[in-house]
């Protein structure tokens, strides 16, 4: 079966300083992979997506950048953390086929830039 | 832009009666919606589907309603229970018009508390 590995689940970091925060898959090959992240009274707004090794989009022009250096492994980072970075991250997949078509998430990382 | 709404932040319900949860969208080229929902400190869970050739899905409890003129859904649960109480999210796609299609767009949620 298919599951979804995200860490830490908690973060606090000073304002400036770098951020990495990772999320592997398994069980499954060619995901279509995503950040999303969920301010404080604010819904799920998506961050970035990749459909392949390397191919990654970005929604929001923002202080945060990604990668996806393997198949089943996605990367969000920050070169200097600001105060409104803070919120919950989600990183989540989906094959995107109408079998099993919708978004698996992680359990998310609380994120508090002080 | 707020392609998909759900304009009741809140809902608070007795035990055992029925939840309707809204939610609207402006984008005519969705066709599947989708219901989310999510604990505190947890990842959304998928709880319900819906494609825009139907205008009602059921799974036990939860029965989702689409009206594609209104561009409304909602979200019926029944009867509710304190294990309900979370937030759901209300999602949409233009996966089959082939618009979009690796993405989901989110509403910002409605607090459901089901009350013993």
């Known amino acids: 079966s298919q599951t979804i590995h995200q860490w830490p689940a908690t973060l606090v970091q000073p304002v400036g300083s770098p951020l990495s925060l990772e999320c592997t898959v398994e069980?499954?090959?060619?995901?279509?992979l995503y950040w999303y992240r969920q301010a404080a009274g604010r819904g799920l707004q998506l961050l970035f997506y990749s459909v392949g090794i390397g191919q990654i989009s970005s929604e929001v022009p923002q202080n945060l950048s990604a990668s996806r250096p393997q198949d089943r492994q996605f990367i969000l980072s920050s070169k200097k953390l600001l105060l409104s970075d803070s919120g919950f991250y989600l990183c989540a997949w989906s094959l995107f086929r109408t079998d099993v078509y919708g978004y698996t998430f992680g359990s998310g990382t609380r994120l508090t830039v002080v | 832009d707020q392609q998909v709404k759900q304009n009741s932040p809140s809902l608070s319900v007795q035990e055992g009666r029925i939840s309707i949860l809204n939610c609207d969208y402006t984008n005519s080229m969705f066709d599947y919606f989708l219901w989310y929902k999510k604990y505190p400190a947890e990842g959304p869970t998928f709880l319900i589907s819906i494609s825009s050739i139907k205008d009602k899905n059921e799974d036990g409890r939860f029965t989702v309603f689409l009206n594609k003129s209104a561009k409304h859904l909602s979200l019926h649960i029944v009867p509710s229970q304190p294990g309900d109480s979370a937030v759901y999210f209300c999602a949409a796609s233009s996966y089959y018009s082939g618009g979009s299609n690796y993405k989901l767009t989110f509403g910002k949620g409605t607090l459901l508390t089901v009350n013993p």
């Open positions: 069980g499954t090959s060619n995901p279509n």
